[in-house]
Structures are given as structure tokens and as C-alpha cells.
């Protein structure tokens, strides 16, 4: 079968809905276009809002400075030549099940053109080779292409798909600004965080199922591309999405070496998923605990896969910024410099990347709310952070298993005692966040698991939470289609959750990016307290060293 075949987007001519339905799906697009058309998909009646609205192709609203070109889905070639359909289900690990309404994990992958082509060209030259990649990737990611299910007759909800008809949802959009560079101002350390919304694919949801995976590929002509991915969060965790990242650019690398469109392609072993949920025990079936505590959660017998729909400030123009700030090698040894000699020089005390980054964004973020916090009486501050099981289960499991195999670990500190001066502040965070990690090294990750549903919802109502997402273990900047590696990746999902994002540096070399969505004034006190606070700290390191010569 040509990849032209099954690249194809199909209509499901069985699912057409009553006139009258169809009448009141056009009357409410006219005056919510962008919720009428994800209503139009999660319901199955998109091909009458089409037929009522005249268009050749499905189209998602969006501001004058883009335009949906296409909305595709993508399917993986045949099983072995086959056309077999028998549907396959994969029950939901508790893992799994923990996220289950928790909205979708986004990123934005920017990549430019050293020298870049015709829109024709792109549309002839590149675009193909990263469908056909992406199809040949989906041979091994086949439960992407299916949906979340909750049968009646079952007690989890669990992964549905059907070899040879499910398919992903692949939208092609274009910038209209040809003559602006919107593309690096996209690409810049601080933007207007609702310029990135429209590269943002949605991911069907309702009720009754859930899709996995949607993409997005924004055509910036002259100037690049981007790719946008949305995961649901109870299919995999950041690991196994950078994983499936991974293994389409790698494909999509392979295909340009290639004369031709072959019909499937290998992955080597650090980029072939791990598909088998079973190897996640679960004796003491916390995962039926978890699924009764869903039920429960908004209602009786509550089976709903709807996702939470966080509010987002920032989609209001003008009114939130995000910013990418970096320590690199340099700063961060600094800051375990002045770390060290403020724990009284211990060598016992293990001191990593990770630790002196959070411990430092903290202390920044709590003093940047200041005045909120005290105005509100919030006496404690808790951070929350994910840490990678795979290799801390008994027995171990492999590195590229490809669902949630996250646990977290929280760190609570006076909030009185972050907002120190002197950098007390950081010390203050730091403490907590080593002593956190030490219950990871102890073994003790995986405790407590039967009530993690609970806990989540139960924090002491005079806290605040913060949040990371991310790691700067993933290697993002590692995606390569075989153009060029990202100009900036940029985890969009942490605008609604206010959680703060960790990669690795562009330049891999032990530097760590920090993402970060907040207002405009409140990005200023926060960029202050970023810079002067390293500033100081580093002046006291100059001192330390003199002392102790």
C-alpha cells in the first residue's frame, strides 16, 4: 500500500448526526468557532460541520496570522502486509491511572533553516518525509494510535486501538506573516505567551474516550518550522513522549538518506519502546483504588475521561510572558560552591545539578510572591517534583519502557525561611530538596503509593505549590529530523499548571534551561531576583575562596 493510501484522512460516513444537531453545531460556530470544532470531533460530527461550513478540509480556527492548511491522520503501514483489524486493549497500570483527568503534557519543537526554501519546497520536499516518518514510527508506538476507554464491564479504564484503522491526528498549519519574523521572536528567551497557543495541537477528549497523541506542524516560510505535540499525561510520562520524539526525527533522519519511501524501517535498541505494562506489579491492586477514587471524584460511578480544563490567564494577549532562563557549568559549580560552605563544608552532603537549580528557582519564586504569600497568611511552601522508577523497582525495568513510571517527591519548607536574605533562602530550599532525594537513594520512592491519590488532593490549605516538569535528563535537543537540532523547545502544558520546566541547555554541556510562564511584572521581580541573586552569591564565592586559600 502507498504511503499516499494510508496517510489519507478518512471520514466516518456511518457517524453522521440528525439535521437539527448538525443545524445547532453551525449556529454555535458562528459564535465559538475554536470550541464548536473540538466538540465536532469528540462527537464524531466533524464532516457535517464541514459540509455546512463548505470546505474542502477541516479547519481550526485561528487568529489572522496563521492558517490551517490541512488536518490529517496518520495511520502506521499494515501489519505484516495484513489488514486484520481485531482490536487490542492494554489495561492502564496504576502509574498510568494516577493521571488519568490531568491535562495534556505539550511541547514546541522550533527548528530553523540555514538556508530555507519555497513554502512549495516545504510542502514538496520536507513535509512528506515527515508524514512518512511518522507513519513508519507509529509501526512501533502502535497504541498511540488508538484511545482511553473505560468499559462498563470493567474495573480500570484502559487503551483501545484497532491495527490497520486507528490513525493520529496530524494538523499542517502556515504563518501568514511572511515578511515579519515571528518565528524568532517565537524562538527568543521572552515572548508573549499567547503568541505559542495556535502551534499547539488539541487532543480529543471526552467523556467517553480520550485520544493518546496529537501533532502539529507550523510552516514559518523563510524562516523555519515547528513541531507541537500534546500527550496524554495517563499513556506516558515526559520520558516515553521525548522517547516517541526521538524515534520519529531519527526515522525521519534515516528517510533522507534513503532513495526511496521504504515500507518500514528499525529503530535501534535506545529508541525501540518497551510495550509490555505488566512488568509494572501491582499485588495490593492499588490501581482499582485508584480508578474507585476517580469514580468518586465529581459524582458516583463517575467513568468520565474528560481532562481537567485548567484556566489560562496567559491566553489573554499581552498579559503573561514566558521566559527561558539558563545556569550554565560555570554558575552552577558556583552555586555548589556557596552551598557547601554554608552546610558547614560536609563532604557527605551530595550536591547535584538538579538539587542547586531547584533549590535556586525556588527561593527566586517565593520571593517574587512576597507579598502575596504574607498578604494571604501562607505559612508553608511545598515543591513537588517526578522522579524516573525504572531503575528503582524490584526488579528494575528497561530505560525505554514507554508509559508513567514516575513517582513524586515533595519538599516543604517555612515559607518565612525561603524568603531569607543573604541566600539563606536557598539554603533553606536546598535542604529539603537533598533530604528528598536521599529518601529516593534509600529506596523508599515507590512508599506510600496506595494513598498518592489522597495526598494529591489533601495538601494543608495555608501552602502554596509549586511544581517542576521536565528533566534535564530526556535530551530534548537531541530531536533532529535531520535538518538542524531545535533552535529552542518550549513545554507550552506549564502556562496552565504553573509548574516550571528543566531541560538540558541547547549547547548539552551540562548547562540546565529553566522555563517559566508568569505576568509581566511578575517576570521582571523575577528576573531581578535571578540575576542580582546570582551576582551576590557569586561575590560571596570570590570571598570563601580568599578565606580559605
Known sequence: MSSEMYLTRRYDNSAKCPCFIAQYIYTLYQSSPKTTYL????????????????????????????????????????????????????????????????????????????????????????????????????QHFLPLVGNIIWPLDSPKPMIHYVPNEDSVTLTIAESNDHDVNVFDQLCSNLCDASQRYFLIPQLANSHEKASLLALQVTLFPKFGFCVGISTHHAAMDGK?????????????????????????????ENLTPFLDRSVIRDPTKIGEAYADSWMNHGGTNNRSLK?????????????????????????????????????????????????????YVLSCLVKTEEQHLLKNAVERVFLIFSVDCRTRLDPPIVSTYFGNCVAGEKVEAETKGILLGNNDGFIVALKGIIEALKRVEDGLVMNGAESWFEDMRNFADKAKIYSIAGSPRFGVYDVDFGYAKPKKVDMTSTDKTGAFSLSENKDNNGGIEIGLALKKSDMETFSTFF????????????IIRWMLR
Open 39 to 138: 466538540l465536532a470531533i469528540n462527537f464524531n460530527y466533524l464532516d457535517n460541520l464541514l459540509l455546512l461550513l463548505n470546505k474542502n478540509h477541516p479547519t481550526m480556527p485561528e487568529p489572522s496570522s496563521f492558517k490551517v492548511v490541512q488536518v490529517c491522520s496518520v495511520s502506521p503501514p499494515p501489519q505484516n502486509g495484513t489488514t486484520t483489524t481485531s482490536p487490542t486493549s492494554i489495561p492502564l497500570t496504576f502509574l498510568d491511572i494516577l493521571w488519568l483527568r490531568f491535562p495534556p503534557v505539550e511541547r514546541l519543537f522550533f527548528f530553523e533553516f540555514p538556508n530555507y526554501p519555497s513554502s512549495n519546497s516545504f510542502y514538496d520536499s520536507v513535509l512528506p518525509y515527515l508524514k512518512h516518518s511518522l507513519s513508519l514510527t507509529l
Open 240 to 268: 516515553s513522549s521525548t522517547l516517541f520524539m526521538k524515534a520519529w526525527s531519527y526515522t525521519c533522519s534515516k528517510l533522507l538518506e534513503s532513495p526511496s519511501f521504504p515500507s518500514s524501517l528499525p529503530l535501534p
Open 307 to 359: 481532562v481537567w480544563d485548567f484556566p489560562n490567564e496567559f491566553a489573554k494577549e499581552g498579559y503573561g510572558v514566558k521566559a527561558l532562563f539558563e545556569l550554565n557549568p560555570t554558575q552552577i559549580m558556583k552555586l555548589k560552591e556557596h552551598a557547601k560552605f554554608k552546610m558547614g563544608g560536609s563532604k557527605s552532603v551530595k550536591l547535584s545539578s538538579f538539587s542547586v537549580t531547584c533549590a
Open 531 to 542: 540575576s542580582e541573586g546570582l551576582q551576590s552569591l557569586f561575590a560571596q564565592v570570590i
